[in-house]
C-alpha cells in the first residue's frame, strides 16, 4: 500500500471517521481537532487508530498519535508510517 499519496490518505481518514462517528456528514481538513467533532475521545480515538492500521496495513502508536494537534499532522504521520511499511512479496514471484 505504499504507493499512496496524502490525498488517498485523507479519503482513507474521511471514510474512517465517518464510519466511527456513524456520520456521514463529517468533513475534515487539515486543521481538524478532536474539539470540532462532537463525541471524539479516547475510545474513539482508539477505533480511529485500530481502523487505520487495518485499512492502511500498519502498526501505530497511540502515543504517536495522541500527540498530533490535528487531522493534517495525522494524515503526515499516516503517510510516513504507510511509506515505512514493508511491502508485501508478490505471490507466485
Known sequence: MSDLNRSDVQN????????VFANDA????DTTTAQDIP????????????????KLHIRLRARDIN???NVGEMT?????AVNKAPRKPVQGA
Do not use: Y
Not at 12 to 19: E, G, K, P, S
Not at 76 to 80: D, E, I, N, S, W
Open 76 to 80: 503526515t504521520h499516516l503517510l510516513a
Open 26 to 29: 463529517i468533513v475534515l481538513s
Open 39 to 54: 463525541g471524539w475521545d479516547s475510545l474513539q480515538q482508539i477505533k480511529i487508530i485500530l481502523a487505520c492500521e487495518k
Open 12 to 19: 482513507v481518514l474521511q471514510d474512517i471517521f465517518r464510519n
Open 67 to 69: 500527540a498530533l494537534e
